[in-house]
């Protein structure tokens, strides 16, 4: 079975530049989840979403960044206007809400702004 | 609220020996405890959960993670680790229905 498909895998971007990751969760998973992961801070959880819904969104950064699920199979993540700061690896996640809620993370997109 | 405390940033042990990763949580209701794996460049795998029943549970990869309540603690161990253990490791907590708590990490260096 497929797991969770993040992309791009890598990308390197300059300062200022618009930054968009997409997410494809694990199919008939109704939660989905975007974390961030750095040396200093760890692994943040930024958003979540069930249903297609944000639940969630204490830990956005701030308003450069923003996160959308305009269906069950796909979810973006935007950065506008992208910082050297926000430079981390960024994990997509999904769950199923009905019985043991095992998070499946894909396997990044490494992001460095320059 | 709750949190994950894992007070070992880094562990070196040597191939063939037994490895134990500490794992502290502060939660105020019955915990659902997670145990994850990074290997370099890769995502986070589960290496095994819990969630009631027998306190120790058994996961993938010859690990297996003992629940003590009274210690608040859920410590992972292996008894003969082997080179490709190498890697991050991560303690996670959170609700049914809810997100998770994860800890700071432990990296794992195996020697030979």
């Known amino acids: 079975d497929a797991g969770v498909i993040q992309s791009p895998r890598h990308e390197v971007t300059e300062m200022g530049q618009e930054v968009t990751l997409r997410c494809k969760p694990i199919?008939?998973?109704?939660?989905l989840f975007w974390y961030r992961q750095t040396m200093m801070r760890g692994l943040e959880l930024l958003i979540y979403?069930?249903?297609?819904?944000?639940?969630?969104d204490s830990g956005m950064p701030e308003d450069r960044f923003s996160a959308k699920m305009p269906n069950a199979s796909f979810s973006t993540l935007k950065i506008q206007p992208s910082e050297p700061r926000d430079s981390a690896v960024y994990f997509c996640?999904?769950?199923?809400?009905?019985?043991?809620?095992?998070?499946?993370f894909g396997e990044g997109s490494w992001l460095t702004v320059v | 609220a709750q949190s994950v405390t894992q007070p070992d940033i880094h562990i070196t042990v040597s191939e063939g020996a037994s490895l134990e990763l500490r794992c502290n949580y502060s939660?105020?209701?019955?915990?659902?405890l997670f145990w994850y794996v990074q290997s370099p460049g890769q995502g986070l795998q589960l290496l095994l959960k819990y969630f009631s029943g027998d306190t120790l549970v058994q996961g993938i990869k010859g690990f297996e993670a003992e629940f003590k309540r009274s210690q608040s603690s859920f410590n992972l161990r292996k008894p003969s680790v082997h080179w490709s253990d190498a890697a991050e490791y991560f303690c996670?907590?959170?609700?049914?229905?809810?997100?998770?708590?994860f800890g700071a990490g432990t990296q794992v260096v195996v020697t030979p």
């Open positions: 996640a999904s769950r199923v809400s009905t019985g043991i809620n095992t998070i499946y």
């Open positions: 996670a907590v959170g609700s049914r229905g809810g997100k998770l708590q």
């Open positions: 199919s008939g998973h109704d939660y």
């Open positions: 939660y105020g209701a019955t915990p659902y």
């Open positions: 979403f069930n249903n297609n819904v944000p639940i969630d």
